[in-house]
């Protein structure tokens, strides 16, 4: 029996990172640990020596430092509440950038979302998070507290991490998806960092300008969201390039770029459970006006079976689903989520409230 969302989550407020860190210390350490096996078993000696080195020869740590420092504040008070070494858990946050910086292969069948600003309802912004099969049960749903003019977030993520993808009380959502075929680079900003840089914009427009001007470590594509508007931003280190879909109201992405692609193409066939995923979205929401269970429902499919939307620990190490979110934009009203702490087709979704930012 799947246990329940609340029962996953555990502690939320990340108010004083310090004591969010002793709150949920033997999940941050239970995380750390998995991350550090499976670079084990993917042929690295020695997990913490490599990591070192990592932030030694990039500079991914000035430019936390630099660009978001609050955050680097954080992720050292998170690591001393907890316990465990803050070059480490900063290393935790580089979930695209170590494999790339490894050259590693990366799998295509992870992360499949949406944004959707139909006339007559919600902007609706949603994702299924696909990490691998270690970082079950490390789940968390964060509320960020108002700091100054940065709104109060509601970020879900796994212990330890800033960010995996979330909505603020201005109303941004923030929703992203791997493009591995595209260059990453050896410095600039780690995505984890830009996503809860963006969430601490006030307005739409406000992240559209950071998301361009940010310097990014390694191409990601981020879904946007505000009332009554979603975009979409195919970002790399050497420029960001706005996909605009034939029918601006609908973006629906998965891990291949629908942009220009220069650069390194993906072997043969590596896109084509990328593809197949974005069809099987396409079938449910791509046309319409998809209810909330209409896109529960899309998030939660196995229509193909072989390359499903929500994928279950299976064969493979990467067959896993870590979370789902739901969020719907309203203008000058609280923002609604329903999130699911691991494969919602398994896991149920529990209804969360964020109160607008006055």
Not at 105 to 126: S, Y
Not at 131 to 157: C, E, I, K, N, W
Request: proline share 10%.
């Amino acid at each position: 029996m799947a246990a329940s969302p609340a029962a996953v989550f555990g502690p939320t407020d990340l108010d004083d990172p310090v004591a969010h860190g002793v709150a949920l210390a033997p999940r941050v350490a239970a995380h750390l640990d998995a991350w550090l096996r499976v670079l084990v078993a993917e042929g690295v000696a020695d997990p913490p020596a490599h990591l070192r080195a990592l932030l030694g020869a990039t500079g991914f740590r000035s430019a936390v430092e630099e660009l978001v420092p609050d955050l680097a504040e954080e992720v050292r008070g998170v690591a001393a509440g907890a316990g465990v070494d803050p070059d480490l858990l900063l290393a935790l946050q580089l979930i695209d950038e170590e494999p790339a910086h490894r050259a590693r292969a990366a799998a295509l069948a992870k992360c499949t979302g949406f944004g959707l600003a139909l006339p007559g309802g919600p902007t609706w912004i949603g994702q299924n998070m696909d990490l691998g099969a270690h970082t079950r049960g490390h789940q968390v749903l964060l509320r960020v507290a108002p700091r100054g003019d940065v709104p109060a977030a509601l970020v879900f993520s796994v212990a330890g991490v800033v960010a995996l993808m979330g909505v603020n009380a201005a109303g941004v959502g923030v929703c992203v998806n791997a493009v591995p075929q595209l260059p990453a680079a050896p410095d600039g900003l780690p995505v984890a960092f830009v996503i809860r840089r963006l969430l601490q914009a006030r307005t739409l427009a406000e992240a559209v300008r950071l998301v361009r001007d940010l310097p990014h470590a390694t191409s990601q594509h981020y879904l946007l969201a505000g009332p009554g508007e979603v975009r979409s931003f195919e970002a790399r280190p050497d420029g960001v390039a706005e996909h605009r879909p034939a029918d601006p109201s609908r973006v629906l992405h998965t891990n291949h770029p629908l942009g220009p692609v220069t650069g390194t193409p993906a072997p043969p066939g590596a896109e084509r459970d990328s593809r197949a995923r974005l069809d099987a979205l396409a079938a449910r929401v791509g046309t319409g006006s998809p209810s909330l269970a209409d896109l529960q429902g899309a998030l939660a499919s196995s229509d193909d079976p072989a390359h499903p939307v929500c994928r279950v620990r299976g064969a493979g190490p990467s067959d896993y689903t870590t979370g789902s979110m739901v969020s719907a934009l309203r203008p000058d009203a609280p923002v609604e989520s329903w999130v699911s702490p691991g494969p919602p087709s398994e896991v149920p979704y529990a209804h969360a409230v964020l109160a607008a930012s006055a």
